[in-house]
């Protein structure tokens, strides 16, 4: 089992839709990445989150240490939101960023 | 502010040869990691380092290995080249020391074709 568990892998949604990603993880952490992801490779960081919600925009990101689960919500999707989203956590100990598979997004218009 | 900037961007090597990929943070920022990206196995840290020194390394063979100078510029090299190493190598700087405490900043990435 992966450390880190996004979840959809995959969504397909209508311009205007709300979106959720999910990334669950199963190690102690001390921080965790939102990271975006467009075609032709470069990453761009959305939110680290030690705890809380953060917000930018359109975008909202919450964690719940307790539970080992954070979201990704975007509000009145639009297409050019489509790009892969990975959450990264920050091991305590290993001291090193552990990826999950990425949820591929599409935004249709 | 310039962005993090990576060299080259793409390149094609054949099976046992070596490569240097090179790593510009940005300005200030002392703090540098790599990670390979591939189809198969996702997102995969390599290394990182802070000021010129290699603060942890990931679960790479030896013939990856990496080094960063007095300007915080870094260079990753990896030996003998096999298939399994095409990828798309990136690396990310931060300026609050590492990715615990602060924002990482990607540079566009170098992709690697191994033939």
């Known amino acids: 089992k992966n450390e880190v568990e996004q979840s959809p892998q995959n969504l397909t949604a209508q311009e205007g839709e709300f979106i959720t990603i999910n990334c669950s993880y199963s190690?102690?952490?001390?921080?965790l990445h939102w990271l975006q992801q467009h075609p032709g490779g470069g990453i761009v960081s959305l939110f680290m989150?030690?705890?809380g919600k953060k917000k930018h925009g359109r975008l909202i990101a919450t964690i719940n240490i307790q539970e080992k689960h954070s979201s990704l919500h975007i509000t009145a999707s639009h297409p050019r939101d489509s790009a892969v989203y990975i959450c990264?956590?920050?091991?305590?100990?290993?001291?090193?960023?552990?990826f999950g598979q990425g949820t591929r997004l599409t935004i249709n218009p | 502010k310039a962005g993090v900037t990576q060299t080259p961007r793409y390149l094609i090597k054949t099976r046992g040869q070596q490569v240097t990929l090179s790593c510009s943070p940005i300005?200030?920022?002392?703090?540098v990691s790599w990670y390979q990206q591939t189809p198969g196995q996702g997102l995969q840290f390599l290394f990182e380092y802070f000021s010129e020194t290699q603060r942890n390394k990931g679960n790479f063979p030896g013939r990856f290995s990496g080094r960063q100078f007095s300007n915080s510029r870094s260079e990753m090299n990896v030996s003998t080249l096999e298939l399994g190493d095409s990828a798309l190598y990136l690396c990310?700087?931060?300026?609050?020391?590492?990715?615990?405490?602060?924002?990482?900043?990607f540079g566009e990435g170098s992709r690697l074709t191994v033939l």
């Open positions: 300005s200030g920022h002392r703090s």
């Open positions: 190690v102690g952490i001390s921080a």
């Open positions: 990264a956590v920050y091991v305590v100990g290993a001291q090193k960023l552990v």
């Open positions: 990310a700087s931060s300026g609050t020391g590492t990715a615990n405490t602060g924002e990482l900043f």
């Open positions: 989150l030690s705890s």
